[in-house]
C-alpha cells in the first residue's frame, strides 16, 4: 500500500489521532503546485488545508529543528573543547548521512549524534505529547509532511526507534500531498488561514532555516556565538549564504577561528572528504544532498535555479520576521528542557533523541 493510501486509511480509522509534522521548506513551495508564484510563504493555508483533511493536529517541524540546534550546539561546543572529532558534519539530509557510510565509512565519527528534526519531533509526539495528553503512543499516527523521497527510507531506519516504537509512521512528499489535497477537493488558495499547533510552541527563526543551504550552520553558529560570547548576541551570518555548491569561510566567535564548509550536491562533498588536507582544516562541515538544499529536494515540484532562488527568498523572508532567532531563546524549548530533558545532552534526551551513524559495510 502507497503512502496516501496509509494515510488515507489512518484518518478513516476509529481511535487513532492523525497528527501531521511539516516541514521549513514546504511553506515556500507547495503553492507552485496550486498557481502561486514561487517563493510565495503560505504556512497558515498549508496548515489550513491539513486541518480540511481531517488531520487533528499540524506541529512544525522547525521547532524540532531548533531543539536539534541546541543538542548539537552542545555537543560541538564540547568537540571544540576537546579538540575531537572535527570537523563536525551538520546535516538534516539522509541522502548525506547514507552517502558518507557507505563511501565514507571512516568518517561516521564526525556526524553529531542527534536524530534530524523529522525523527526528533516524532520522537517528541511519541513520548512527551503522549505523556502531556495522557494516550498511549499507538494512539497516533504521525505523518510527515517532507521536500524528500529519502525521508521515507529515514523514517524507517532501525536506529531512529527508541524502546521499538517507530516514530514516524508515514512521509508524504510535497508532491504527494498536493495529488492528496487535490483528490479530495481541497483548493489551497480557498483553504482557511490557520496557526500550527502548538507541542512547544512558536519555533525561532533558526529552525526555520533549515530548508536552505548554509540554514543548519546558521542556526548552529547562532546557537553557539550566543553559548561562547553572550554579550555580542550576534545573529546575523550572511558570510554563509549564498547558492554555490561549495562555500567556504573563516569567522571569529569568542576569540576562536572557525573555518567552515557549505556544501549542496553530493559530488562537491565527494570532492571535499577526497581533498584530505583541506577536509581537516575546517571545524564545520554543512551537506545537503539537493540544490539549494531542501528547497530543491526531489519531493517538490520542479525547479529551476531561479526558481530555488525565489524560493530560498521566501524562506528568509520568514526568518527575518522572527523576533526569537535563536534557538536557545524560544520559551518553548527551555520549557522543554526544564519539565521533560533536563538539559542539552541529558540521560533523557540522549536515549529519545540521539541515534547511531553506521557504517553500511563493515568499518574498518
Ligand atoms: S537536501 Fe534533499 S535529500 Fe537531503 S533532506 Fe533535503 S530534500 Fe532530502
Same mark, same amino acid.
Given at each position: 500500500m502507497d503512502e496516501i493510501e496509509r494515510v488515507k486509511e489512518a484518518l478513516d480509522k476509529e481511535g487513532i489521532q492523525v497528527i501531521a509534522q511539516v516541514a521549513p521548506a514546504l511553506r515556500v513551495t507547495i503553492g507552485e503546485l496550486f498557481g502561486f508564484p514561487p517563493g510565495t510563504v503560505l504556512t497558515k493555508k498549508l496548515v489550513g488545508a491539513l486541518k480540511a483533511l481531517g488531520i487533528e493536529k499540524v506541529f512544525d517541524t522547525s521547532l524540532a529543528a531548533d531543539v536539534v540546534t541546541v543538542e548539537e550546539g552542545t555537543e560541538f561546543i564540547h568537540r571544540l573543547e576537546k579538540n575531537q572529532n572535527l570537523p563536525l558534519f551538520t546535516s538534516c539530509c539522509p541522502a548525506s548521512v547514507a552517502f558518507v557510510e557507505n563511501k565514507h565509512k571512516q568518517h561516521v565519527n564526525h556526524f553529531c549524534a542527534v536524530k534530524s528534526p523529522q525523527q526528533t519531533m516524532g520522537a517528541l509526539i511519541k513520548s512527551y505529547y503522549s505523556e502531556k495528553m495522557n494516550l498511549s503512543h499507538e494512539k497516533f499516527f504521525v505523518v510527515s509532511i517532507m521536500p524528500c523521497v529519502v525521508k521515507k527510507i529515514e523514517a524507517k531506519r532501525p536506529e531512529m526507534d527508541f524502546n521499538g516504537i517507530h516514530h514516524v509512521d508515514a512521509v508524504l512528499t510535497t508532491i504527494e500531498l498536493a495529488k492528496l489535497l487535490k483528490e479530495k477537493g481541497i483548493e489551497l488558495k480557498d483553504a482557511e488561514e490557520k496557526e500550527f499547533d502548538r507541542l512547544l510552541g512558536d519555533a525561532a527563526g533558526g529552525g526555520q532555516l533549515? %530548508?536552505?543551504? =548554509?540554514g543548519v550552520s546558521e542556526s548552529l553558529l547562532r546557537f553557539v556565538s550566543n553559548k561562547l560570547d553572550?554579550?555580542?548576541?550576534?545573529?546575523?551570518?550572511?558570510?554563509?549564504? %549564498?547558492?554555490? =555548491?561549495r562555500r567556504e569561510m573563516e569567522l571569529e566567535i569568542a576569540g576562536k577561528k572557525l573555518k567552515i564548509a557549505i556544501v549542496h550536491g553530493l559530488h562537491n562533498l565527494n570532492d571535499l572528504i577526497e581533498d584530505e588536507k583541506k577536509f581537516s582544516s575546517f571545524q564545520v562541515i554543512e551537506m545537503m544532498a539537493c540544490p539549494g538544499g531542501c528547497i530543491g529536494g526531489g519531493g517538490q515540484p520542479v525547479s529551476t535555479p531561479e526558481i530555488r532562488e525565489k524560493r530560498i527568498q521566501g524562506l528568509r523572508s520568514v526568518d527575518a520576521k522572527e523576533t526569537v532567532k535563536i534557538s536557545s531563546d524560544s520559551k518553548e524549548v527551555q520549557e522543554l528542557y526544564k519539565t521533560y530533558l533536563d538539559e542539552p545532552g541529558s540521560k533523557k534526551a540522549r536515549e529519545l533523541l540521539h541515534t547511531v551513524h553506521i557504517c553500511l559495510e563493515k568499518c574498518d
Open positions: 533549515f %530548508g536552505v543551504t =548554509g553572550p554579550e555580542k548576541k550576534k545573529v546575523e551570518f550572511t558570510e554563509l549564504r %549564498g547558492s554555490e =555548491g
